[in-house]
């Protein structure tokens, strides 16, 4: 027996007659019930197409504003009776993706419903499906640092080690600081040090961050203090803000003689920062250094900062070229964790070239994060206002963090200084076209 048919709803919320001319306020009224939670007015809009010659689950299916659809509302807000009755009565796809190839899971992901995830992946959502990013729902939970989430997915079957290129759950949670995570991820036995271009090890990440907890948390899990190709104490020598970290790595029996690719110390990199309290940290433990004359703390620093500041001397020339040249093949692998630490070595010599802030922020932007990019960016900007490039690289790590307006206001600078790039007009027409789409999706949400 069908259901009987409720009274009409008050005149502002009537289904529009599903026609043609009517269509966007049909379907903009369909999204509202879903992200409202308004499962009255959602069966009263499925059952005035009843009355039409069309087919409620393929139009209920296609009804999406910019590419979201109504499941994907429905599953960021937590309306799981909503979610019940698209998915069981209605048919819709679990796996439907917009615009940013985001499924149901991902929008659950991201409004933190734990209950709606669970739903969604039993009733069979795919777990592993990736982003337009390469990112899965894990690598998104690792990176909001939600343990509980975290726990949910592994629950549910996902791998624990999926490689993305800002490497793996572990590397990101390592990389933004969220021991929780970690802690969630190391107890499901991820791999504390799994080697990935672009990210290194977790550990390394870890001090790119200068999260003590996490350097801790990934050496209490085995993770090896003297490996990779920049050695965890080199990095944390080269990384403001990580003496902690640096502390810590000795007592975890870090080996403060292992040099760099150009023959120097963790002492001597530290010192090129003129951190001093990373030399005292590091002098009672370093064999004495035959080029530096004075051996003491003072005698470091001064060595270390006269040699970065001496003009005309072909040894600081040449290790700027290799230190650049090596950065760039980095790049070329994808492996952009290590083209940052040596763009960051090398503006401790130079600190007033653009071009390693701006290349320094492309590696940030690889590895996702949008924060140390836009850093950069404004730096170089503001070192060199008149430099196109800059402005590009403002604009782009913007676009990250989806400040759609920010990022068409610093491509437009950028178009300003070269109004014949193709790639600049080519950003700004998709920055505006994001920010059309951000500022539709508002209003239908």
């Keep these: 027996m069908a259901p009987p048919r409720p009274r009409a709803a008050p005149s502002k919320r009537r289904a529009a007659p599903p ?33 039409s010659t069309r087919d409620p689950r393929e139009v209920v299916g296609a009804a999406k504003h910019k590419g ?34 985001l499924t149901p899971p991902f929008w659950a992901m991201h409004g933190g419903r734990m209950d709606t995830m669970s739903y969604l992946l039993d009733h069979g959502a795919n777990p592993h499906k990736v982003d337009d990013q390469g990112f899965n729902p894990l690598h998104r939970a690792a990176r909001r640092g939600d343990p509980e989430m975290v726990e949910l997915l592994l629950a549910k079957g996902v791998s624990v080690d999926p490689v993305s290129a800002s490497g793996t ?22 791999d504390c040090n799994k080697i990935v271009p672009g990210a290194e090890t977790p550990l390394l990440v870890a001090i790119a961050g200068s999260s003590v907890k996490c350097v801790k948390l990934l050496v209490e899990a085995g993770a090896d203090v003297n490996d990779g190709l920049i050695t965890p104490l080199v990095a944390a020598g080269a990384e403001k803000g990580s003496t902690a970290c640096l502390k810590y790595l000795l007592e975890a029996g870090a080996n403060p003689n292992v040099p760099d690719n150009f023959g120097r110390m963790p002492i001597e990199i ?46 600081n020339v040449r290790r700027m070229a290799e230190l650049k040249s090596l950065a760039v093949n980095s790049l070329k692998r994808n492996d952009y964790f290590s083209a940052a630490t040596l763009y ?24 996702g994060n949008g924060h140390k990019a836009l850093r950069d960016a404004l730096a ?27 990022a068409c206001n ?15 007009e080519a950003v700004l027409r998709e920055a505006m076209n994001s920010l059309k789409t951000s500022r539709g999706a508002t209003m239908a949400t």
């Design 19 to 51: 026609n043609p001319t009517a269509d966007d306020e049909f379907n903009l009224d369909l999204l509202r019930a879903a992200s409202e939670g308004d499962l009255r007015l959602l069966k009263m809009l499925v059952w005035a197409l009843d009355e």
């Design 68 to 101: 979201v659809g109504a499941l994907h509302i429905a599953a960021r807000n937590g309306r799981l009776p909503v979610c019940r009755y698209l998915v069981e009565e209605l048919g819709v796809d679990v796996d439907a993706v917009d615009n940013e190839d």
């Design 169 to 190: 759950p572990l590397h990101i949670a390592a990389y933004n600081g969220h021991d929780e995570a970690m802690k969630i991820l190391l107890k499901h036995d991820a």
């Design 270 to 315: 530290a010192a090129l920062d003129g951190s001093r309290e990373d030399v005292e940290i590091l002098f009672p433990v370093t064999y004495c250094i035959p080029t530096v004359h004075d051996w003491s703390i003072d005698g470091i620093i001064h060595h270390a900062k006269s040699a970065s500041m001496k003009q005309g001397d072909h040894s």
């Design 344 to 367: 960051s070595v090398a503006m401790k010599h130079d600190r007033h070239d653009a071009t390693l802030l701006s290349n320094r922020s492309l590696c940030f932007l690889r590895m």
């Design 380 to 406: 170089c900007s503001e070192m060199r206002p008149g430099w196109p490039k800059g402005w590009y690289r403002l604009g782009a790590a913007l676009m990250l963090l989806k400040d759609y307006e920010s």
């Design 410 to 424: 610093a491509f437009l600078e950028a178009a300003k200084l070269d109004p014949w790039s193709p790639d600049i």
